[in-house]
């Protein structure tokens, strides 16, 4: 269990301590901009296999415990997180590496942004506060809870580094969206467009719930439904 502590403190150490710090200022002045993302995008693949395997690993400590009721509600929790998470990653977002060019368009609030500027990250905070919830173990949260207060800080430091960075134009598409989902509509800062979504998006993200909930057994040792 100490290895699993010590790689999750790296893990958010590296996350919290370097990126959106001035830290990440002072690297980039060593390395560059492609320097620096190489180096962090190879460090940050590191921590996660050191997680993956110290997980493995760890004894089992039971917290809560399994939790049977859980299933269903967790096998609709993931097929939410599937589509955020897909349809994150297949839209055109300001919020993404390298994508502050997208605030000078025209339309950067499209699709999935129109529900939350952090998708994939949702996805994400999803998928991790269901498995810390189903698995009921020591183990399980602090890798799941890790990863799910990475992605919730992470969705903070990133808009504060735009809105440092991009001013006017990160003002702007704040102004019509939100980070907690369907905030912005509700507010009437923004509206629903279902033409905006392609039909494949969806279609990609049920296909690849189903792939992994077959898989899920085989893969990891669980059925998540029974």
């Known amino acids: 269990m100490i290895q699993l502590i010590l790689a999750a403190l790296f893990f958010l150490g590296l996350h919290f301590g370097i990126a959106g710090t001035p830290l990440r200022v002072q690297c980039v002045g060593k390395l560059g901009e492609k320097g620096y993302r190489i180096a962090f995008s190879t460090l940050s693949l590191l921590g996660l296999f ?3 395997r110290a997980y493995r690993a760890a004894e089992y400590v039971e917290t ?15 097929l939410v997180a599937f589509l955020f998470a897909v349809l994150g990653l297949t839209t055109p977002n300001p919020t993404a590496v390298g994508g502050e060019r997208l605030l000078e368009s025209d339309a950067p609030v499209q699709g999935i942004m129109r529900i939350t500027r952090h998708p994939f990250l949702w996805g994400v905070a999803l998928w991790a506060l269901t498995h810390l919830l189903a698995n009921g173990d020591l183990g399980s949260l602090i890798l799941f809870g890790s990863l799910l207060l990475l992605v919730l800080g992470g969705m903070a430091s990133i808009d504060a580094k735009r809105r440092k960075t991009c001013g006017e134009h990160w003002e702007h598409f704040a102004a ?5 989902p369907f905030m912005a509509i509700k507010e009437g800062r923004n509206h629903f467009q279902w033409k905006e979504f392609k039909w494949w998006q969806p279609a990609t993200a049920l296909l690849a719930y189903a792939v992994l909930m077959h898989l899920h057994k085989t893969l990891f040792g669980v059925s998540p439904l029974f």
């Open 50 to 52: 050191w997680l993956a």
């Open 64 to 78: 809560w415990g399994q939790l049977a009721w859980f299933k269903p509600v967790a096998a609709i929790l993931m």
């Open 176 to 180: 019509v969206t939100s980070v907690i």
